[in-house]
C-alpha cells in the first residue's frame, strides 16, 4: 500500500491537470474545435473511441474507427501527443467474441492496447458497474438512490456469462474509471489511486475523476477560485466529460470554456494526458491495494458526492 501524501510534480510544476473525454455523441465536427484549442494552449488529454460499430443500434451513439475520415483524425491526435484511450468495445451491448475483435482493432489502429478505459452507460459487458461499483451496505444504498434500476444489468466482470471479458480487461487495459467527485481536485477526493481493488480483480487498477459531464459542468468545476484552490493545493485533476455535450455551437469552442481553459493553461500546471499521470503517481507512491476500511470510506464519499449532483 501506498502514502497519501503530497506529490511531487515533474519539472517543478504545481499541480497537474488532465481530461477523460467519453466519446459518446462525438462527430470530427463536434469535437475537433475543443482539440485544436487544447493543442494550442499545450494542453494533452486522453480521447476515448469506439474501435468498432456496435452490432446493433446503440442508446447513445457517436462516430466510431469504422469511420476512416474519423479514425484518421483521431490519428492525428495521438502523433499530437493525445492518449486515445477506450470507451468500450462498441457504442451498444457487445458479446466477447466481439470485444476480443475490437480490442484487436484497437491495438491494429493505434499501436498498442487502450491503457486507459471508462464503461459506456450503454453497453451492459460493462465490467463492475451499476450496483456492482460498491458494495455491502454502500451497494444497498445505491440501489435505492438509482430506483433499483437495470439490477444485475452489468456482466462483463461474471464469469461464464456471454458477456464476460473480465480476463480480457486485467490482461489487455491498465486503468479504469471508476468514481465521479464533485470537486475539482480528483486526488483529494481519491488520493489512493491509482488502486486496485481486490474484491474486483479482473481490473488491474482504478482511477476517480472530477464531474464535467457537459459544458456547463465543466466550466462550474474549473472556475476561477476552483483553479487557484487545485494550485493552491498541489492537486491532481480528472476531469470527466462528453466534449461533444454543447462545447461546440456553430464550429467555436464554448466561449466561457475557452476563457477558462485559456487561464488554466497560463498556469504552473502539468498537463499530460490520463495514463502519464497516473504512472507518475504510481511510480511515486505504487498502486494502492485497497483495504476494506479504505474500500468502505471511498464508495461512501462517492454515493455522497453523487447524492448532492447526481453524477456517474
Known sequence: MHSSGPVAWPDGRAFAFTVFDDTDLATVDRVKPVYDLLRDLGMRTTKSVWAMSAPGVPRIGGATCDDLEYRAWTLTLQAAGFEIGSHGATPGTTPRALVGQSLDRFREIYGQDPSALANHSGCLESIYWGEARVSGTARAAYTVMTRFQRRGAFRGHIEGDPLFWGDLCRDRVRYVRNFTFNTIDTLDACPVMPYHDPARP????????????????????????????????????V???????????????????RTLMERLARRNGWFVPVTPLLDHLAAQRGVTVLTSGQRRSLEWRWLRSKARVGHS
Do not use: K
Not at 206 to 220: I, K, L, P
Not at 225 to 235: F, H, K, M, V
Not at 239 to 257: I, K, Q
Open 202 to 237: 479482473y481490473v488491474q487498477a482504478w482511477f476517480a475523476s472530477s464531474e464535467g459531464r457537459n459544458v456547463e459542468a465543466f466550466t462550474a468545476r474549473i472556475s476561477e477560485a476552483a483553479q487557484d484552490r487545485l494550485e493552491s493545493a498541489a492537486g491532481a485533476c
Open 239 to 257: 476531469m470527466y466529460t462528453h466534449f461533444a455535450s454543447g462545447f461546440v455551437h456553430d464550429g467555436r469552442v464554448d466561449p466561457r470554456f
